[in-house]
């Protein structure tokens, strides 16, 4: 199938959708969007603003400057205890949500399955159809916490199974998989022999002193395993479009083939000022107060959530929350309707997250501390108006 013809297969995001009902709505308070409210910490655009004056404007190589792969290298080593060789087995692209595609593009089949705890992040599924392969949604559930499970796993696998997309700490759940969780998945992907792309963007925001491990890490795990990763969400630049990739050689390589003929190469100037935030100890100072202040923004949407009658998990990371809305008698999608215009707050509908969102909605509390609280009272106040809990 060609890829315009893929194309039509693929549907705008229903996220989208809502922004636009909610454009034009005085006073409306936005739960919705997925991204850090924190700016850019400060020293990273004065680097930025450096390198520009140095003249960094030109064409970089396809797989990113050597200065960058090699600081994301010993951030691997030291964070995330994974050994990927700079030179060949890492590459810098324009924003994590492209690797998605690429890495896939890298192995699979026409109509090959691809594996996909369910809910999940929008673009999974997507990338899968243009891919050419067939997205397998895996439900997760509330009672486990959100957290994938092999049992689960089993009762999807096929023999034209070929990859798994894992995502810890989730978007839209928040769940992270703890590293029993890790380990038996690594065991079930050797078994079956499958690639699993493992998207941690969200690798820094984790709370209650939990610890988020990566899959690579894992022994014998790197052969198999595409550690997809950006500075959008850990350094609050999502508007940069930065993001890095540690694989094998082999996928690498065809990665940095398709950028060849696609981007060419990210934002030269850019990757220049993340070579060093990441070497900055005030990078990591700011990631862990923004750490902080979401930890603290959580515990109070849990706690007022689950006053006001709607069950939540206490999500362990991320910047999501993932409360139960299927009691109120309303489907995900009338429960955000009804909240737009009656709370004038905008919160995603679960099913927006796959089959197995329906029942719930998405808030992000990326969002400062008194709006959260101005968004609970008013959504508190309809669902007591409307005799909904
Ligand atoms: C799970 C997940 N992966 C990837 C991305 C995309 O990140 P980037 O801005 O680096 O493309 C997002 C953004 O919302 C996300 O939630």
């Known amino acids: 199938m060609a890829l315009s013809d893929r194309l039509e297969l693929v549907n705008p995001s229903e996220i989208r959708k809502l922004f636009d009902l909610a454009q034009g709505i005085e006073g409306v308070i936005s739960l919705g969007i997925g991204e850090p409210d924190f700016d850019t910490p400060a020293h990273i655009k004065e680097y930025a603003k450096e390198a520009l004056d140095r003249g ?143 998207d941690e963007v969200y690798e820094y925001f984790v709370y209650d002193g939990v610890k988020n491990y990566s899959m690579a890490s894992l022994n014998g795990m790197f052969e198999r395993t595409i550690t997809m990763n950006g500075f959008s969400k850990t350094f609050a630049m999502t508007g940069w479009r930065l993001g890095f990739v540690a694989a094998p050689e082999w996928i690498i390589e065809k990665m940095i083939r398709f950028q060849m003929y696609n981007a060419t190469c990210p934002v030269t100037f850019i990757q220049y000022a993340a070579a060093k935030a990441l070497r900055d100890e005030r990078s990591w100072e700011a990631i862990e107060e923004m750490r902080r202040e979401y930890e603290r923004r959580r515990n109070l949407v849990w706690k007022r959530l689950n006053e006001m009658g709607l069950p939540t998990v206490k999500p362990k990371g991320a910047f999501y929350i993932f409360p139960r809305i299927k009691d109120t008698g309303l489907s995900s999608k009338e429960f955000s309707e009804l909240m737009i215009k009656e709370a004038k707050v905008v919160l995603v509908p679960g099913s927006a997250f796959g089959q197995a969102g329906e029942g719930y909605i998405r808030i992000s509390y990326a969002t400062a501390y008194e709006k959260l609280e101005e968004a609970m009272d008013r959504i508190e106040k309809v669902l007591k108006d409307k005799e909904l809990v």
């Open 56 to 198: 960094l404007t030109h064409y970089s190589p396809n797989s990113g400057i050597p200065e960058l792969r090699e600081a994301v290298a010993e951030k691997l080593k030291k964070h995330n205890k994974i050994n990927a060789d700079p030179k060949t087995q890492i590459m810098i692209t324009v924003g994590t949500n492209q690797q998605i595609l690429m890495g896939l593009s890298t192995f699979l089949k026409d109509n090959e399955e691809v594996l996909i705890p369910s809910p999940m992040f929008v673009s999974y599924a997507p990338a899968v159809i243009l891919a050419g392969g067939k997205p397998i949604e895996v439900p997760t559930y509330e009672e486990n916490e959100f957290r994938l499970s092999v049992d689960e796993l089993k009762k999807y696998i096929t023999p034209r199974t070929r990859a798994l997309i894992i995502n810890s700490p989730n978007n839209p759940t928040g769940a992270v998989l703890t590293k029993k969780d890790l380990e038996e998945i690594a065991d079930f992907a050797v078994e079956h022999d499958l690639i699993i792309l493992s």
